[in-house]
């Protein structure tokens, strides 16, 4: 074997040697990293909030039940539910390169959560309006005023920075600044805010109706 040959040899295995180095089995892409380390503590902040919920209505004799019927909550559920399938959808499109089929699940996952938004407004305002506040509470003790305002306004507050990025992503994402990588990591928290409500729907709604 010549000198040219045992040269060319030694830069491949070199340049094979670093190919090795440089693509770990396993790895995850930064955005998405970042994504799961803020959902992982948020799920804590949740938890808590949920947990002490439950300590506060147990240790409470005189706590209310202000709801007579599930139908605002079952709409409002469904049309999480569906804002979710729509996020899929769009994602699944991104990833087959159709952009304006993506765009438009985006946008319409980001209306979906609009109406969630403005749907439990009403029903709050349907609470204040029967004098229902954080201090106050005509049926019962305040306290379940302030819980039920802290968790429920929590989520809302979830759901409406939500609806922004996605509308936001949505946007970029069609002017070619964005990827299907972006839709992604925006929709595992759209799903995460989703999942939340599973939670809230039981412990704040359906063990608090009227009998």
Known sequence: ????????????????????????????PAKKMAM????????????????????????????????HSITNV??????????????????????????SGAFRCVMFTALLGAVFALLHIREWLEL?????????NPFGTPLFGAAFFSVTGLHLLHVTGGVIALVAVGIRYMGGRYTADDLEVT?????????????????????????
Not at 11 to 17: L, N
Not at 92 to 99: C, D, I, N, P
Not at 128 to 136: A, E, Q, S
Request: charged letters at 10%; aromatic letters at 14%.
């Open 1 to 28: 074997m010549s000198q040219a040959d045992l040269s060319i040899h030694g830069q491949v295995s070199r340049t094979a040697a670093t190919e090795v180095m440089a693509a770990p089995a396993f790895s995850i």
């Open 36 to 67: 799961w380390l803020f959902i992982i503590a948020d799920t804590a902040t949740f938890a808590g909030c949920l947990v002490a919920y439950g300590f506060i209505r147990n240790g409470t004799p005189d706590w209310p039940r202000p709801f």
């Open 74 to 99: 079952a709409i409002m559920t469904f049309v999480l539910l569906t804002s979710s399938l729509t996020m899929l959808m769009g994602i699944r499109s991104a990833q087959k390169g159709e952009k």
């Open 128 to 136: 204040i309006d029967k004098g229902v506040t954080i201090f106050h």
């Open 187 to 211: 929709g595992l928290y759209w799903h995460f805010v989703d999942l939340v409500w599973m939670f809230v729907v039981p412990l704040i709604y359906l063990l608090n109706m009227s009998h």
